[in-house]
Structures are given as structure tokens and as C-alpha cells.
């Protein structure tokens, strides 16, 4: 099986980078963030505090999520229900953040990133891809930018969309669920000294996709 484990901060172009490499090779493509953020918005829609450990524990016999279509139409099921854009939304970002320090909600969802990983050539992005959830993958990724530069990406995306945004407000956001994601005591974000580090502050996509993919090739 062909596994690719990205790990990297919110913005760094993670899964942007790996649609792209997904594509280019006809590989499955698994955003494991898109998993948190399920078990994130069925928590707050029933009406579970993303904090509360007993509670969301509870919760998880009944949360199955599923992906349907491919690329860019790829959608994200929560118990069959298209939640692509719900999971999206700000509120939700920081509800995914925070449930995703649960180390109940982390057993549940790795084991069954690494299901799909046994059964399938992949690409994966997260925070805990190389370190926890594959971390004897032959190609393990750390792709990262200045806040600056990342922040600058999503301002410009979300004014693009029509949104009604400040720059600095994204920033601190950003640089809050950096801390958040960085600083749990279970499976943190962390740069594993056997992945390569990828600055994507002066690549584009593009770019940073055939680098992967050229590492890849030189093995097979
Ligand atoms: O990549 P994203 O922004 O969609 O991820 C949402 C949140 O989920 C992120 O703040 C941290 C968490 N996450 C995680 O803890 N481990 C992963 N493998 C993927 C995401």
C-alpha cells in the first residue's frame, strides 16, 4: 500500500496539497480534520459540550462518517447526511479543535484512519498523521508557513467568497489553534524527525504536490 502522511498547522495548504497529489497519482485522499469536525458539529447540534469527556464518549456509537464522490466533489457524511459545508463553519473549527483533545474521540477516529490506511493506497493530512496515526509510513510530510503567510491565504479565500473578514482577527485565530493543537497532552501536533519539512511560503501547491510525488516516484 502506497501511505502519505501530511502533518502541518490550520492553513498551511495541507489539503489543497493533498487533493492534488491524490489526483495526480489516482490515490484515495482521507482529511482527517473533516473527521473531527463531524464529531465536532454532532456534539454541538446535540447539544454536548465539546469539553465534556463522559459525555461525548457516549456519543460516538452513534456518529458514522463517511466520504462519498471523488476530488473536488468529494463529500463529507455524517450518518448519511452531506455536512461538507456545515463542518466548515467557523464555530465549528473551533469546536473540532478543542473535541479533538478527547482522547476518546482520537481512539475512535484513528482507528479507523488506520483501517482505511491498511486497505488503501492513501494520502493523509492532519496534526498526529506521522507521529501516532501511521508513524512507520514510508513518506511522512511536515508542511508548514509563517502565520503571516497563512493567514493571508485564508483572508484572501474567504474575501474571494464574498465573506466580510479582518486580517487580524484571522490571525489570531489562527495562531490560537496553532497553540491549541500544538500544546495538547495527547497526540500534539509535533514535527517527527523523520519527516521532511516543507516550507510552502514561497511554493505553490502545484509545487509542493510533484516535490511530494517526486519522492515518491524515486521509489517506485
Ligand atoms: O485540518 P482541520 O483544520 O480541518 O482540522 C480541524 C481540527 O481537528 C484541528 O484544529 C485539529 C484537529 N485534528 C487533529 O487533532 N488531528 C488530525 N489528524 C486532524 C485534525
Not at 484515495?28 to 456534539?43: K, N, P
Not at 473549527?93 to 477516529?109: H, P
Not at 473578514?165 to 485565530?173: G, N, P
Request: aromatic share 6%.
Amino acid at each position: 500500500m502506497i501511505n502519505i502522511a501530511i502533518d502541518g498547522p490550520s492553513g498551511a495548504g495541507k489539503s489543497t496539497v493533498a487533493k492534488l497529489i491524490a489526483a495526480k497519482l489516482g490515490i484515495t485522499y482521507l482529511d482527517t480534520g473533516a473527521m473531527y469536525r463531524a464529531c465536532a458539529l454532532y456534539a454541538v447540534r446535540n447539544g454536548v459540550s465539546v469539553s465534556d469527556e463522559d459525555a461525548v464518549e457516549k456519543l460516538l456509537p452513534n456518529i458514522n462518517i463517511s466520504f462519498s464522490g471523488e476530488g473536488d466533489g468529494k463529500k463529507v457524511l455524517l450518518n448519511g447526511e452531506d455536512v461538507s459545508s456545515a463542518i466548515r463553519e467557523h464555530s465549528v473549527s473551533k469546536a473540532a479543535s478543542d473535541i479533538s483533545k478527547l482522547r476518546c474521540v482520537r481512539d475512535f477516529l484513528v482507528a479507523q484512519q488506520r483501517k482505511i490506511a491498511a486497505e488503501t493506497d492513501v494520502v493523509l493530512d492532519g496534526r498526529d498523521i506521522t507521529s501516532n496515526v501511521l508513524p512507520h509510513a514510508k513518506y511522512k510530510f511536515f508542511l508548514t508557513a509563517s502565520a503571516d503567510v497563512r493567514a493571508e491565504r485564508r483572508y484572501k479565500e474567504l474575501i474571494a467568497r464574498g465573506a466580510q473578514v479582518e486580517y487580524d482577527k484571522i490571525k489570531a485565530d489562527i495562531i490560537d489553534r496553532d497553540k491549541n493543537d500544538s500544546s495538547r497532552a495527547y497526540a500534539p501536533l509535533v514535527l517527527t524527525p523523520d519527516s521532511t519539512l516543507i516550507d510552502s511560503g514561497d511554493m505553490s501547491a502545484e509545487e509542493v504536490a510533484d516535490f511530494i510525488i517526486s519522492r515518491v516516484n524515486a521509489d517506485i
